[in-house]
């Protein structure tokens, strides 16, 4: 069955590290990729998405992810975190064009410290 | 734009009582979606909608019925609500079922 996995329920990083958030998937095609963030109280918010192109996708609040074929991954980047980065995460993927819904993983709460 | 909106934003209800959700999108999208977040289970999908008119069961249906009578609401019932409806519902939307979806900001439902 296809499947989204983010294999880090929780992640602590300093203000100002670098920050790396997993995202695999089971899936034989290429599917439609995204990240979604999740503020305390709020909806999800679009981070970027991936359809087809280039591979490392840009997206807002400085973030960025690689689709790694080889390694059936989406993982999201940030180099320097921000104090308010700290929220849920969350990966979604589309599996084949004209499917009904994306699956979402289960998130990564990430939690900053000074 | 409003984008999708979510009404209410709070309630409290007594085990048995019921209540409607409303979903309201204003971006012309075909796709609407009704999930419930809960700690530690990410998002669960309950219904969907592929178009005006239409319904289908996601991942969580038991205890809900949805509809979907006007292209730009969703509607989500729930006829004799229990204890472990409680949860956070979220409504999203999208162009096309492998596509962006936008979410609605969440309704925090209690029941006692």
């Known amino acids: 069955a296809q499947s989204v996995t983010q294999p880090d329920i929780h992640i602590t990083v300093s203000e100002g590290a670098s920050l790396e958030l997993r995202c695999n998937y089971s899936?034989?095609?290429?599917?439609?990729l995204f990240w979604y963030v999740q503020s305390p109280g709020q909806g999800l918010q679009l981070l970027l998405k991936?359809?087809?192109?280039?591979?490392l996708v840009q997206g807002i609040k400085g973030f960025e992810a690689e689709f790694k074929r080889s390694q059936s991954s989406f993982n999201l980047r940030k180099p320097s975190v921000h104090w308010s980065d700290a929220a849920e995460y969350f990966c979604a993927v589309g599996f084949n064009f004209g499917n009904e819904k994306l699956t979402f993983g289960t998130g990564t709460r990430l939690t900053i410290i000074p | 734009n409003a984008g999708v909106t979510q009404t209410p934003k709070f309630r409290v209800l007594k085990t048995g009582q019921s209540m409607t959700l409303l979903c309201a999108q204003d971006m012309n999208h075909e796709y609407m979606y009704w999930y419930r977040q809960d700690p530690g289970m990410g998002l669960r999908l309950i219904h969907y909608?592929?178009?005006?008119?239409?319904?289908a069961k996601g991942e969580v249906p038991d205890g809900y019925n949805v509809s979907r009578l006007k292209k730009q609401n969703f509607l989500l019932g729930l006829e004799s609500a229990a204890p472990s409806q409680t949860s956070v519902y979220f409504c999203a939307s999208s162009y096309f079922g492998t596509d962006t979806q936008y979410f609605g900001p969440g309704t925090r439902l209690t029941v006692l």
């Open positions: 991936y359809f087809s192109g280039d591979t």
């Open positions: 909608s592929v178009g005006e008119g239409t319904t």
């Open positions: 899936y034989g095609a290429t599917p439609y």
